[in-house]
Every structure is written in C-alpha cells, then in structure tokens.
C-alpha cells in the first residue's frame, strides 16, 4: 500500500491548458508538500500544508494553486501552462517530530509533467 | 534563513572502494535534523540516513554512515563497499523542527559507481 500516492505520473500537455496533478497520503501525517524539480535536480518548495493550513508559500507563480481538502490530500492546480512549467513535481508529507525520531520526508513517485 | 550546500557536483568511485560526500549547511537553530536522500534514475526519492542535532553519536545504516560535526555544520556521507546500485542523485537536507517541519535542500550530487 503506497505511503504517498500521486497521479498522474506523466502529463504531457500543450501550452496554455490546465492541468492538476493530485496527492494522497496513508500515513497520518499531518503536514504535507509541493517541490518542483527541473532539468538541473534542483529540488525547490513550492507549498506546504499543515493540517491543511497553507504555511509556505514560495514565490511561484499564482498560476499555481495547491489545494488541501483534508490533511491526507493535496492537490496542485496549474492554469496557462507555460514551457518552463516542463519538471518532475513531488508531492510528500512529515510529520512533526515529537519524539526521537520521525519528521523525515515521505516523497511520492513524482509526476513528470511536459509542456509542448 | 537556512542554506544546505553541497559543493561536489559529481563524484565516481570504483565498485567496493568508499567515498565521502560533504555537506555544510548554516543555521542558527539548535533543534534540527540532517538527512541525506538518494535520487536513483528511477526518480523516486529514498531516504537514507537521518541524524538527530542533540545526538553527538554519529548515525550509521549499514554500509550508510555520517561525519555530524555540529561546531563545524558539517554533515558529510560516507558510503562503503560501494555498490552499483549505489548510483544516484544523493541530497542532503535540513529540517526545522516546528509545527510543519520545513527542510532545506542541497543541490545533490551525482554519484556513479564504476564496475
């Protein structure tokens, strides 16, 4: 049973089009993540979620917009895809660590979005 | 602000030898963890080791272990016995401990094992 779920894996799309990529956690987690990785592997925060409370939010364009309708979803919208939008997109989740141990990422499979 | 820097890009090793990968970080917190993720061509993201900041003894994973030197804000991978499957993208990242943990990442750097 996946920890971190994401789908779809592959997106490939035009410019200018919608798309949403969504995010499932099994893991009880309370605090759950957007990252963007591109060509280079620069993995950068997007958002994050806890307890579906918006607490980082990068500067990205607003063409992006997470949405979290409980704790163990997160989804990520974008609207008028643009070529540069072209990157693997990580959703994952921690929790906080209360005790020794814990607080490590939990990352989903990623989803490979390409922009034509 | 925190900054994760790894300052090798790439690094090879011969199959079975060892090889240190390094990492510096600044912080002004006292309460945070290090992690060190491996990326392989499968993209997936694999935890590796973890090393809590109150902890003085070093963290070790099977053939995985870490140089924590807090004075330093070092934090450092070593990796022996290398193997082929070792091969990946590895990043090392910091966590903020606080309500919605937030991490900080390195770079990474590519590792390829030599047969």
């Known amino acids: 049973d996946t920890a971190v779920s994401q789908t779809p894996k592959y997106l490939v799309t035009q410019m200018g089009n919608d798309k949403s990529i969504k995010c499932e956690q099994n893991?009880?987690?309370?605090?759950m993540y957007w990252y963007k990785q591109d060509s280079k592997k620069f993995l950068k925060i997007m958002f994050s979620?806890?307890?579906?409370?918006?607490?980082i939010n990068e500067t990205v364009p607003n063409r992006f917009s997470p949405k979290s309708p409980d704790k163990a979803h997160l989804n990520l919208h974008i609207n008028s895809l643009e070529l540069g939008d072209s990157a693997v997109y990580f959703c994952?989740?921690?929790?906080?660590?209360?005790?020794?141990?814990?607080?490590?990422?939990?990352f989903g499979e990623g989803s490979r979005l390409t922009v034509l | 602000a925190q900054t994760v820097t790894q300052s090798q890009p790439e690094m090879s090793v011969q199959e079975a030898e060892t090889v240190t990968l390094s990492c510096t970080y600044d912080?002004?917190?006292?309460?945070?963890?290090l992690f060190w993720y491996k990326q392989p061509p499968s993209r997936q993201m694999i935890l590796v080791i973890r090393?809590?900041?109150?902890?003085?003894q070093n963290a070790t994973e099977n053939r995985f272990s870490v140089n924590f030197q807090k004075a330093a804000k070092s934090f450092s991978l070593k990796i022996s016995d290398s193997q082929l499957g070792d091969t990946a993208m590895y990043f090392c990242?910091?966590?903020?401990?606080?309500?919605?943990?937030?991490?900080?990442f390195g770079t990474g750097t590519s590792l390829t094992v030599i047969p």
């Open positions: 990242a910091f966590m903020k401990r606080s309500a919605g943990n937030q991490f900080y």
């Open positions: 979620y806890n307890n579906k409370e918006l607490i």
């Open positions: 994952a989740s921690s929790q906080f660590a209360l005790f020794p141990g814990g607080g490590e990422l939990f």
């Open positions: 893991l009880g987690h309370d605090t």
């Open positions: 090393q809590e900041a109150y902890k003085q």
């Open positions: 912080t002004s917190e006292n309460n945070y963890y």
